[in-house]
T-cell receptor, first 115, second 111 residues
Framework: EAGVTQFPSHSVIEKGQTVTLRCDPISGHDNLYWYRRVMGKEIKFLLHFVKESKQDESGMPNNRFLAERTGGTYSTLKVQPAELEDSGVYFC?????????????FGPGTRLLVL | QKEVEQNSGPLSVPEGAIASLNCTYSDRGSQSFFWYRQYSGKSPELIMSIYSNGDKEDGRFTAQLNKASQYVSLLIRDSQPSDSATYLCAASNTGGFKTIFGAGTRLFVKA
């Protein structure tokens, strides 16, 4: 069974540009999460999808970040326009539909550098 | 105050020893607790989850939870060099899916 995949693995962009990150969860996992880790800091929750619905987006930093999960399969996280402080590693995770977060399986992450 | 706090380390133990990792949390509503292992440049991997007070053992790993003290720990017995990694403590509310992570403790196991 394939794990959580993320694309791209690395992205280097200039301030003001747009970047779109993609996450493909494990097949059958209704729950999909986005997290971010900036250098030297802890992993921070961004948002949680159940199928195509956003259940909790309290961790989204500001309205420059837009997450979608059309059709309840893969998800995208778009940053527009990107700022220097958006640099970090963006992780996606997925879990089965169980009470509570269950076992979250993390993807390899996308390393974003904004110059 | 951080919601989940861990000593950043590094914690260094000799091979074969017991490594003890500690974590405290501030939200008394937290009900589910997790320990993740993260190797350098890799993604976090869940190694233990605990929901009730007391100890939970899985192989060489034992998680301990004390909700009254808002304290979670992870013991690694017979530590191996391959255990060298950053260990992340995390917590979430019952029925909630928002998981709060600590900054992690770096563990080095010396051969």
């Amino acid at each position: 069974e394939a794990g959580v995949t993320q694309f791209p693995s690395h992205s280097v962009i200039e301030k003001g540009q747009t970047v779109t990150l993609r996450c493909d969860p494990i097949s059958g996992h209704d729950n999909l999460y986005w997290y971010r880790r900036v250098m030297g800091k802890e992993i921070k929750f961004l948002l949680h999808f159940v199928k195509e619905s956003k259940q909790d987006e309290s961790g989204m930093p500001n309205n420059r970040f837009l997450a979608e999960r059309t059709g309840g399969t893969y998800s995208t996280l778009k940053v527009q326009p990107a700022e220097l402080e958006d640099s970090g590693v963006y992780f996606c995770a997925s879990s089965q539909d169980l009470p509570g977060p269950g076992t979250q399986y993390f993807g390899p992450g996308t390393r974003l550098l904004v110059l | 105050q951080k919601e989940v706090e861990q000593n950043s380390g590094p914690l260094s133990v000799p091979e074969g020893a017991i490594a003890s990792l500690n974590c405290t949390y501030s939200d008394r509503g937290s009900q589910s607790f997790f320990w993740y292992r993260q190797y350098s440049g890799k993604s976090p991997e869940l190694i233990m989850s605990i929901y009730s007070n007391g100890d939970k053992e899985d192989g060489r790993f034992t998680a301990q939870l004390n909700k009254a003290s808002q304290y979670v720990s992870l013991l690694i017995r017979d530590s191996q060099p391959s255990d060298s990694a950053t260990y992340l403590c995390a917590a979430s509310n019952t029925g909630g899916f928002k998981t709060i992570f600590g900054a992690g403790t770096r563990l080095f196991v010396k051969a």
